[in-house]
């Protein structure tokens, strides 16, 4: 009886983290002294991040400290998908960030391309926001993750459900 390995490659992002991120963000902003009179405003929702100030120096040092406050807590840059900031009511400027996750159809379609080119053992299929890939070799699979992680995605890859 033939035993099949696989795992699935999905683009996510610690949740929690991310809410840790920005109420730290908010905190600096409370605190510093350059931007504490600025009556800035950072909002999470389900998909998206909007930052509310007063002027755009403001908001270069606001992105400053979100990208930090992210990256010391393991949250890679790419989730993040920066908006072109807009005036609203007075002089303040808004910027949403859209935060990006799950894999989209055309970077699905790259990676099967690429393993469907380079692993002709391994197969790979598109399942909603993720990519199964699966073969009767871990080695098999252990190659395709090394291939994956060498190319430079637009988004985060993460490897998960390894059995």
Do not use: H
């Amino acid at each position: 009886m033939a035993v099949n390995y696989s795992f699935d490659v999905v683009s996510d992002f610690e949740r929690q983290e991310l809410v840790n991120a920005v109420d730290q963000t908010l905190r600096e902003i409370k605190s510093r002294y350059d931007l504490k009179d600025t009556n800035t405003t950072v909002e999470l929702t389900d998909d998206k991040l909007t930052i509310n100030t007063n002027s755009d120096l403001t908001l270069q040092a606001v992105q400053d400290v979100l990208r930090t406050k992210a990256a010391k807590r393991n949250l890679s840059q790419k989730i993040f998908e920066y908006g072109t900031p807009e005036s609203v009511s007075g002089n303040r400027l808004r910027q949403e960030i859209t935060l990006k996750k799950g894999i989209d159809a055309e970077i699905a379609k790259k990676i099967t391309k690429m393993i469907r080119d380079n692993c002709k053992k391994v197969q790979a299929s598109i399942q909603g926001d993720a990519v199964r890939i699966s073969a009767k070799s871990k080695d098999d699979l252990q190659t395709v993750i090394q291939m994956i992680k060498e190319e430079d995605w637009t988004i985060e890859l993460q490897f998960i459900n390894y059995r």
